[in-house]
Structure formats: C-alpha cells, structure tokens
Nanobody
Framework: QVQLVESGGGLVQAGGSLTLSCAAS????????MGWYRQAPGEQRELVAA???????NYADSVKGRFTISRDNAKNTVYLQMNNLKPEDTGVYYC??????????WGQGTQVTVSS
C-alpha cells in the first residue's frame, strides 16, 4: 500500500506563486510516474502536470510556461511550482502515483484558491 501526503495549498492573489509537495511512502513500491490533477467546483478532474521515473514531463496547455513539476527520487516526493497564478487555477489539487504494476494511488487533495 502507498500513502501520499500533499502540502502547500492555500490562498494567493492573482499573479502570485505557490509550491505544492507530495510525499509517497509505503512498502515495496516502484514509481512509474507521479502527477498533479485538479478539480474545480462542478468540473471534471483534469491533469495539470506529470513526470515519469525517467524525468519526462507533460503539462496541460493552460499551465505551460507557468507551472513546473519536479521530483526528488531519494525522497519519493514530487513538487509543483506554480507561478503567475490565475483565478481559473483555483481548485482542489490531487497528487497521483502510478506504480510499475500500473496501480494508481491518490492523495487527499489540497485546496488552492487564487483571488482576483
């Protein structure tokens, strides 16, 4: 079993920055990829950014150039640096881990609110 603990959400003004962290722990797991998803009220959960174990990254078009995903393999932790935040970035941000068996694990979510 894998546990994911997210942190770093909060309230920020438009144009501001936040950094989210997601730490994975558990027994005998190998990470294939980790990523961040977000869900706005009344909307579907959507991919924000993902990073593979090899370091390949993928971003939603809406965040390219503003958000950066990175990971610390030694700490099994993934980060999402969010710059130039916009009100439309508001939502609950969830961390997802996919292991080498293609099983998926989700964090509990952290709220990000961007005021205009």
């Amino acid at each position: 079993q894998v546990q994911l603990v997210e942190s770093g959400g909060g309230l920020v003004q438009a144009g501001g920055s936040l950094t989210l962290s997601c730490a994975a722990s558990g027994n005998s797991f190998s990470i294939r990829s980790m990523g961040w998803y977000r869900q706005a009220p009344g909307e579907q959960r959507e991919l924000v950014a993902a990073i593979t174990s090899a370091g390949s990254t993928n971003y939603a078009d809406s965040v390219k150039g503003r958000f950066t995903i990175s990971r610390d393999n030694a700490k099994n932790t993934v980060y999402l640096q969010m710059n130039n935040l916009k009100p439309e970035d508001t939502g609950v941000y969830y961390c997802k881990l996919m292991d080498n068996r293609f099983w998926e694990y989700w964090g509990q979510g952290t709220q990000v609110t961007v005021s205009s």
